[in-house]
Structure formats: structure tokens, C-alpha cells
């Protein structure tokens, strides 16, 4: 399977805690994309990575929340001492840049935080 | 904020067309017109997307009006597993993707 993957699937934690989740995206893509999704809500931009760099962060990105992309591969999103409000899904999304760029999403990581 | 308004949620019968509408009516002229879908519980699903010519691909239809104000998103024969949540989408170079609420379409038997 050559899609977004997303690993853990599913989260539980406790508040306080800290939570780490990953993305692999399409092995050609030069993007990656982090978003947040509550229910009945469509999905929010967090950031984004342009290769290694990370070119834009949402104001919904609080410091309690720090993305990487070391190698310009895969991504990892931290939520330092999680709260229950950063209970949802997270998903990631890949692309190549470009006036038609499309998105590809991965499943996404439920997170509950109890 | 999105750019686009959607119906909250539509029905469509097993075997017949759905046709979702979306209305843009302050698209640029070089934003292109993005249909998701999300099946519950799973990522969204990229459908097809335009600019101004009508698009077609194995699972939909894409008809953008000619002034681009809105669009229609056509399953030419709706199945069980084509009950989602749609997004319209407009977005031009260098735009991130705004999501609304979609149209919640539910394909019933």
C-alpha cells in the first residue's frame, strides 16, 4: 500500500500526559499536512511542511504542540501535557506542490484524553 | 473560513444520481473547485477536482457552471458505500484547504 499511513490508529491518555504520533506520507511528496478534526466538524489546519521545512503553522497550533519533519519524510506531531479539548482526530495529509495540488489523507489518530 | 456553502444533508435512493450542489459565488478566477469525501471514521477521500471545464473520473461528475458561482458533484449511481460526508473545497496556488461542514448524503436501500 503506497498511501498515507498514520500510527497509532487510536490514543488514549490521561491529562498531563504527553502524546506523539506519526505520519508517513506518499514516498514522492514534497508536502505534509497536519490537521485537527472534532466530531461533526470538517477537518482544521494545523501545519504544514514543505520538504523538511515547516513553512505555516495556524494560530489553532497552541505551544503545547510541536511538529517536525526531519528528513523531509516523515512527520511526527507532540501534544505536550494534553488537555481533554485536544481530544480528536488528527490526520495528516501528503501532496506534490502546485497550482493543482491535491492532497492525499492518511486514516487519522483518534486521541481521547481522559 | 470556508468560501463555500453546502446543504447540511441529503438522501439519495440506491442506484440513482446524486447530485450535490455547492455554491462559491466569490470564487477568483484562478481557484479551482475540490470535492472530498469522508467515509466515518476514516480520512478524506480526494474526488475530483476543476477549474472551469466540467470534469469527469471513475467515481464522479463535476459540473461547474459557467459564471463558476457553483458546482455539482454528480454519482452517477449511488451505492450504500457512497454514504459520506462531502466536501467543496475552492482553493488556488499557495491557499491551504478550508473545510466546512460538508453535505452529509445518505444513500438509502
Known amino acids: 500500500d503506497t498511501g498515507v499511513s498514520q500510527n497509532p490508529r487510536h490514543k488514549i491518555t490521561k491529562r498531563g500526559q504527553n502524546v506523539t504520533f506519526r505520519c508517513d506520507p506518499i514516498?514522492?511528496?514534497?508536502?505534509l499536512y497536519w490537521y485537527r478534526q472534532t466530531l461533526g466538524q470538517g477537518p482544521e489546519f494545523l501545519t504544514y511542511?514543505?520538504?523538511?521545512?515547516?513553512?505555516?503553522k495556524s494560530r489553532l497550533l497552541s505551544d503545547r504542540f510541536s511538529a517536525e519533519r526531519p528528513k523531509g519524510s516523515f512527520s511526527t506531531l507532540e501534544i505536550q501535557r494534553t488537555e481533554q479539548g485536544d481530544s480528536a482526530m488528527y490526520l495528516c495529509?501528503?501532496?506534490?506542490?502546485?497550482?493543482?495540488?491535491?492532497?492525499?489523507f492518511g486514516p487519522g489518530t483518534r486521541l481521547l484524553v481522559l | 473560513d470556508a468560501k463555500t456553502t453546502q446543504p447540511t444533508s441529503m438522501d439519495c435512493a440506491e442506484g440513482r444520481a446524486a447530485n450535490l450542489p455547492c455554491n462559491h459565488s466569490t470564487i477568483s478566477g484562478n481557484e479551482y473547485v475540490y470535492w472530498y469525501r469522508q467515509i466515518h471514521s476514516q480520512g478524506p477521500q480526494y474526488i475530483i477536482h476543476?477549474?472551469?471545464n466540467n470534469e469527469t473520473n471513475e467515481m464522479a461528475s463535476l459540473i461547474i457552471t459557467e459564471d463558476r458561482k457553483s458546482s455539482t458533484l454528480i454519482l452517477p449511481h449511488a451505492t450504500l458505500r457512497d454514504t459520506a460526508v462531502y466536501y467543496c473545497i475552492v482553493r488556488s496556488y499557495g491557499q491551504n484547504f478550508v473545510f466546512g461542514p460538508g453535505t452529509r448524503l445518505s444513500v438509502l436501500p
Open positions: 495529509a501528503s501532496s506534490l506542490a502546485g497550482d493543482q495540488e491535491t492532497q492525499y
Open positions: 514516498s514522492e511528496h514534497n508536502r
Open positions: 511542511f514543505q520538504n523538511e521545512a515547516q513553512l505555516e
Open positions: 476543476g477549474l472551469k
